[in-house]
């Protein structure tokens, strides 16, 4: 396994050399110009602290984007609760404005580093975090060998397996334990997901369910949430949301077939705001008329769509409406969390390829909180449903409240089985002096 594993960090490693590492900063600098990184604070992506490294213990939380990052908070939460300080390193702009509404100064943000040899040794040399943790799918070889070199404990949290990795995964079995067999723990959402990383070489796994489940329902502007609904008035709506291309079209034809027997209003949120100077055009085109919320349109009689081209509003969109479409389902796969929209008060309606989030549309699906569509015509119908039959549309409801209570648990979970590794750290800072742990 030695000679397996050096011929592992040799390949991950070769993307740190002279041939690769001078294009980063061209590189980062495209993606700023584009939106996608923060221009300021782009040395942080190679590796360079902006922040200092507090005295005492500190744990290394890493999130990728928006729903990893709101999944972790809670377990956040109670590792500060404990005394041991967090650096939280997410990878998009969206995620590190979550990071600071929701946790401000509880933490240290910085920006994710490359997974390039030279940005994570520097990252790890400067705030030698005592444990990392990782959030549902993040594998980044380098960061894993560098990280199993140092003799830092990694633990995944929270963590999924979707189909197409594991059999990616599978193909490679000896490179997938020479990875997995870093990892001190694995704590899994599923029975599944726990399977398939033991299969892939993880030595200790445990099950909590989805962490997503015991965080906080999105959070809204109340008057801005007022206001839109007395616009609306006594307009039916019904919400496509987290959609993908073409489910944006689904949307259309649905709202142009049910128009003239619901009048409702399609409050219509794509997963990626930056498509929706392109979605609005097709919506026009096919003789809608769309409000954005971008440009604070009023939602008049007349507006068809009212489009939601912001991010960090979910908890907005969805209270306006009792009935809610998930994407990345009809044409695309995947699916998307269907757990905030049933603690929200959403009937839920999905296309069937959902199957990053199996477990969760299983149990709504049993409880009777979700229905699964086939195709555009069949969306139609389940939308004219539940906007037009009340006690079906409220039992789709309360059913989705009882299952995401019955749900709930996984962070007790998970903190149990961090307890070998933040337990000592807890000790060790709640043992130094005062000046010394506020560092």
């Not at 067999?181 to 899994?188: F, R, S």
Request: net charge positive; glycine share 8%; charged share 25%.
């Amino acid at each position: 396994m030695s000679s397996l594993r050096a011929r592992l960090a040799l390949s991950a490693y070769r993307f740190g050399g002279i041939a690769v590492y001078p294009f980063i900063g061209p590189y980062l600098a495209v993606r700023a110009a584009k939106g996608k990184e923060d221009g300021s604070r782009r040395l942080e992506r190679s590796g360079y602290a902006s922040a200092n490294r507090p005295q005492g213990p500190l744990i290394w939380f890493h999130a990728a984007s928006v729903g990893e990052t709101s999944a972790v908070i809670p377990l956040i939460r109670e590792i500060r609760r404990r005394d041991i300080h967090v650096i939280l390193t997410t990878g998009t702009i969206t995620s590190a404005k979550v990071a600071h509404q929701r946790l401000g100064d509880e933490v240290i943000h910085q920006y994710v580093p490359l997974d390039l040899k030279p940005a994570i040794k520097r990252f790890l040399d400067y705030w030698q975090p005592d444990c990392a943790i990782f959030a549902e799918s993040e594998i980044w070889p380098t960061t894993i060998m560098e990280l199993g070199r140092k003799r830092i404990p990694q633990i995944l949290v929270n963590a999924r397996m979707s189909d197409r990795s594991f059999a990616r995964w599978s193909r490679h079995p000896s490179l997938a334990e020479a990875l997995f067999e870093n990892l001190a723990l694995v704590v899994a959402q599923s029975d599944l997901d726990a399977e398939r990383f033991r299969d892939l070489g993880a030595l200790q796994v445990l099950k909590s369910g989805n962490l997503k489940v015991d965080t906080d329902a999105p959070s809204y502007d109340a008057p801005t949430l007022a206001a839109y609904m007395k616009q609306v008035g006594d307009r039916k709506t019904w919400a496509a949301v987290s959609t993908f291309e073409g489910e944006e079209g689904a949307a259309a034809t649905v709202h142009s077939m049910l128009k003239e027997h619901n009048g409702q209003l399609t409050i219509l949120v794509p997963r990626h705001p930056e498509r929706c100077d392109a979605i609005e055009a097709m919506l026009v085109e096919q003789g809608l008329k769309v409000a954005r919320r971008t440009r604070n349109d009023i939602l008049s009689p007349d507006v068809d769509v009212f489009l939601g081209d912001t991010i960090g509003e979910m908890g907005l969109y969805l209270r306006m409406t009792e009935v809610a479409f998930m994407g990345k389902s009809l044409f695309n796969e995947g699916g998307q969390n269907p757990l905030e929209p049933a603690m929200l008060g959403c009937a839920i309606l999905t296309g069937g390829h959902v199957q990053n989030f199996r477990d969760s549309y299983q149990l709504l699906a049993r409880r009777g909180s979700a229905r699964m569509v086939r195709d555009t015509e069949m969306l139609a119908r389940g939308v004219h449903y539940l906007l037009t039959n009340d006690t079906a549309r409220r039992g789709m409801i309360d059913a989705g409240f009882a299952a995401v209570h019955e749900m709930r648990g996984a962070l007790a979970a998970t903190v149990k089985g961090l307890e070998p590794y933040i337990n000592p750290l807890s000790v060790k800072a709640r043992l130094m002096p005062k000046t010394m742990a506020n560092g």
